[in-house]
């Protein structure tokens, strides 16, 4: 009986990661392997434990960010195109329209192989942390990688989108509305729970004595970590409540310490330890604009913690304010701290963010996700058989 056959193109494989490589793993840990086989190229790869067929390749740490690094495609292709005869994918998955994305879209499109992607990453807003705004040459960065990310998009034939509002950003990016298709992220219920068992243990070893401001992500400037710092300042100014908690690491880990000197820093956590510091905190604070979609807040509210998230970004397709969540400008350091005082106090409020945020975050299941997608792509690449077999 024939397999859907998967070829995956990635620079970076390394599980918690980020919320890309979380969505590659949850997909790898649940697909059919009855049904699929899945084959990879990547860069780096970590925490795969299932035998694959696997084309590592060369890679290049990044100069503006050391916590990152692309594949480089250019002196093995001779590799890639050997690898790709012995894979002869049905279909071929790439992440992202990075030079490896790029050079194997080609390949494919030559081949006449159909390509997915899903849109994990706004690499456009991305610019603005790392080129100054009194650079000249801002803008015409920011139009030569729409350029190179509008060509990719539409080069594929089915690109995932997070969210709706992504999905217009696409659109207002230049990408075929005919080619996107929503797709969602989800979390695991059997980790991502109410439990409030580990409460003591948790909360005595750090000593920690204050409702808990808790913020759970990779530590790096596009994440609006500057607003964090203020927000945490203007606690330290008002008596310093609330103990903040940080988990995560990344290129800003050390000067954000220093600029959080009373906050509590984990370091990378796994989602183990993630759900219990999600249980025991008392505010979920997110103010990052650059989430395509924001896996740490479905996480947060299916643990039973109130969210408050910046208006932008795909934090807005997640939070309807005030119901589920809460809203409010990415820079606005007064209304973060107004909203985590109304959340601590005002117990009426807090169950309301808390319940609504349950059964939001209860609809959204990695199983079944991972199921759609399959299903997507097999038709995509007209392999029939595997939604006769799914259905």
Same mark, same amino acid.
């Not at 949850?26 to 696997?54: A, C, F, T, W």
């Not at 329209?97 to 494919?108: D, K």
């Not at 509008?150 to 207002?172: E, H, M, Q, W």
């Not at 795909?314 to 350091?333: F, K, M, P, Q, R």
């Given at each position: 009986?024939?397999?859907?056959?998967?070829?995956?193109?990635?620079?970076?494989?390394?599980?918690?990661?980020?919320?890309?490589?979380?969505?590659?793993?949850?997909?790898? !840990?649940?697909?059919?392997?009855?049904?699929?086989?899945?084959?990879?190229?990547?860069?780096?790869?970590?925490?795969?434990?299932?035998?694959?067929?696997?084309?590592?390749?060369?890679?290049?740490?990044?100069?503006?960010?050391?916590?990152?690094?692309?594949?480089?495609?250019?002196?093995?292709?001779? !590799?890639?195109?050997?690898?790709?005869?012995?894979?002869?994918?049905? =279909?071929?998955?790439?992440?992202?329209? &990075?030079?490896?994305? &790029?050079?194997?879209?080609?390949?494919?499109?030559?081949?006449?192989?159909?390509?997915?992607?899903?849109?994990?990453? !706004?690499?456009?807003?991305?610019?603005?942390?790392?080129?100054?705004?009194?650079?000249?040459?801002?803008?015409?960065?920011?139009?030569?990688? &729409?350029?190179?990310?509008?060509?990719?998009?539409?080069?594929?034939?089915?690109?995932?989108?997070?969210?709706?509002?992504?999905?217009?950003?696409?659109?207002?990016?230049?990408?075929?509305?005919?080619?996107?298709?929503?797709?969602?992220?989800?979390?695991?219920?059997?980790?991502?729970?109410?439990?409030?068992?580990?409460?003591?243990?948790?909360?005595?070893?750090?000593? =920690?004595?204050?409702?808990?401001?808790?913020?759970?992500?990779?530590?790096?400037?596009?994440?609006?970590?500057?607003?964090?710092?203020?927000?945490?300042?203007?606690?330290?100014?008002?008596? !310093?409540?609330?103990?903040?908690?940080?988990?995560?690491?990344?290129?800003?880990?050390?000067?954000?310490?220093?600029?959080?000197?009373?906050?509590?820093?984990?370091?990378?956590?796994?989602?183990?330890?993630?759900?219990?510091?999600?249980?025991?905190?008392?505010?979920?604070?997110?103010? &990052?604009?650059?989430?395509?979609?924001?896996?740490?807040?479905?996480?947060?509210?299916?643990?039973?913690?109130?969210?408050?998230?910046?208006?932008?970004?795909?934090?807005?397709?997640?939070?309807?304010?005030?119901?589920?969540?809460?809203?409010?400008?990415?820079?606005?350091?007064?209304?973060?701290?107004?909203?985590?005082?109304? =959340?601590?106090?005002?117990?009426?409020?807090?169950?309301?963010?808390?319940?609504?945020?349950?059964?939001?975050?209860?609809?959204?299941?990695?199983?079944?996700?991972?199921?759609?997608?399959?299903?997507?792509?097999?038709?995509?690449?007209?392999?029939?058989?595997?939604?006769?077999?799914?259905?």
């Amino acid at each position: 009986m024939p397999k859907l056959k998967v070829l995956l193109v990635c620079d970076i494989l390394i599980r918690d990661y980020d919320g890309c490589n979380r969505t590659l793993f949850h997909i790898l !840990d649940r697909y059919d392997k009855e049904n699929v086989k899945i084959s990879i190229i990547s860069g780096k790869i970590e925490g795969l434990d299932q035998p694959m067929q696997v084309l590592k390749l060369p890679n290049l740490t990044l100069p503006f960010n050391q916590d990152y690094s692309i594949a480089v495609p250019y002196f093995v292709t001779n !590799d890639i195109h050997q690898f790709i005869d012995e894979v002869n994918p049905d =279909i071929i998955h790439i992440t992202s329209p &990075s030079l490896l994305g &790029s050079h194997i879209q080609c390949i494919a499109q030559k081949r006449r192989i159909p390509v997915s992607s899903i849109y994990h990453t !706004d690499f456009i807003g991305y610019i603005s942390y790392y080129v100054s705004a009194y650079n000249p040459l801002k803008e015409l960065i920011k139009q030569y990688f &729409s350029s190179v990310a509008r060509k990719f998009y539409n080069g594929c034939d089915v690109v995932f989108a997070p969210t709706s509002a992504s999905r217009d950003y696409l659109i207002d990016m230049g990408i075929e509305a005919s080619k996107i298709s929503i797709w969602q992220r989800g979390i695991d219920p059997t980790i991502f729970r109410q439990n409030g068992d580990n409460a003591p243990s948790i909360l005595q070893a750090q000593n =920690i004595q204050k409702p808990i401001v808790f913020f759970a992500s990779r530590l790096v400037w596009e994440k609006n970590l500057e607003t964090l710092v203020a927000v945490y300042n203007l606690s330290v100014s008002q008596g !310093d409540k609330y103990q903040f908690v940080v988990g995560g690491d990344g290129l800003a880990y050390q000067e954000l310490k220093e600029q959080m000197p009373n906050a509590i820093f984990l370091g990378n956590l796994t989602q183990i330890e993630l759900s219990k510091w999600y249980n025991h905190a008392d505010v979920f604070v997110f103010p &990052s604009i650059t989430e395509t979609f924001g896996n740490v807040i479905i996480e947060a509210m299916s643990c039973g913690l109130p969210v408050i998230a910046a208006n932008g970004g795909g934090s807005v397709s997640l939070i309807n304010h005030l119901e589920n969540g809460v809203l409010v400008t990415h820079d606005d350091a007064t209304s973060y701290f107004h909203y985590i005082e109304k =959340i601590v106090h005002d117990s009426a409020f807090r169950k309301t963010l808390i319940k609504n945020g349950l059964n939001f975050s209860s609809k959204l299941s990695w199983p079944a996700l991972v199921q759609s997608f399959f299903e997507s792509i097999s038709s995509i690449a007209k392999f029939d058989h595997f939604k006769k077999v799914a259905s």
